[in-house]
């Protein structure tokens, strides 16, 4: 059985720093690419990053995350990581951790993926950021 779990998320001022961590077991971790997605109050859920297998190729689907994010993963630990700096209020949201399950499930979707593309995914982790 696959299980997804996220954390570090929490309350930041504006401007500070978060890490979130997301563990998976019950699959075989660097066989997929991972990605984060996030869903903000009234708003549908959307990709935020994704790292390939090996961490070789990194893609960050929403512009203002480019500079801010950094996705990172550690397949000897089977954990996924997304480093968020100079937090702003529309950061606000819940995050999720997936698993690519898309063909191909080790490569990420050059262009912002639909969740179908992403078959495991964790509860998420809410992450509100105050001005």
């Known amino acids: 059985q696959v299980q997804v779990v996220e954390s570090g998320g929490g309350l930041v001022q504006a401007g500070g720093s978060v890490r979130l961590s997301c563990i998976a077991s019950?699959?075989?971790?660097?066989?997929?690419?991972m990605g984060w997605f996030r869903q903000a109050p009234g708003k549908q859920r959307e990709a935020v990053s994704c790292i390939s297998w090996g961490g070789y190729n990194t893609y960050y689907y929403v512009a203002s995350a480019k500079d801010r994010f950094v996705i990172s993963r550690d397949n000897d630990k089977n954990t996924l990581y997304l480093q968020m700096k100079d937090l702003k209020p529309e950061d606000t949201a819940m995050y999720y951790c997936a698993a690519r399950t898309g063909n191909p499930e080790h490569q990420c979707p050059s262009t912002s993926p639909s969740e179908s593309a992403f078959g495991y995914w964790g509860q998420g982790t809410q992450v509100t950021v105050s001005s």
């Open positions: 019950g699959l075989t971790f660097d066989d997929h690419a």
